[in-house]
């Protein structure tokens, strides 16, 4: 589905339609808005507390905490697994007390959760996908960096992959450059 915003009235085009035709009002209730603690991410955060002004829609936040990582990564350092844990733990609750207070001062209440990768071979962009379907999300909101060639080649896009894998549509928020 196409969607285009034309005088602030929202209009979509259908998979196989033939023009333009008015979308009803709210049709966005639950967007999930997965963040990190980036600009980006909160870049995002603020479009989807727009969004939710404008849909009446329930704002839900989601920090993926990859726990396997480290678990491969630091594997013959001195610091234990499970202090490494608890770090990234501590990091995604201080970033999802920060992204629900930005909601709250934007008049949304929002709803937080960390999605937990446990095991060597998820991947964020699945993790976020199987929580829209689970929740359900109509949508979501997700900054994305913009990476282009060799960066984009050697570091992947979390967006890219949840565009790919969404079973609902998908808005990207281009951070600030």
Known sequence: MAVSVVAGRK???????????PMEVGVYKNILVPVDGSDTAAAALQEAIRLAHSESAVLRIVYVADYAAPAWEFEFTPIGLEQIQESV???????LEKAQRVAREGAINAETRILEIQKPGQRIA????????EWPADLIVIGTHGRRGLDHLLLGSVAEGVMRL????????????
């Open 11 to 21: 209009f979509a085009r259908r998979n196989g339609s033939r023009g333009w035709h």
């Open 89 to 95: 733990r501590s990091f995604a609750h201080a970033v």
């Open 126 to 133: 699945k993790m976020i996908a199987e929580q829209a379907r």
């Open 166 to 177: 969404s079973p609902v549509p998908v808005l990207l928020v281009r951070g600030h450059s």
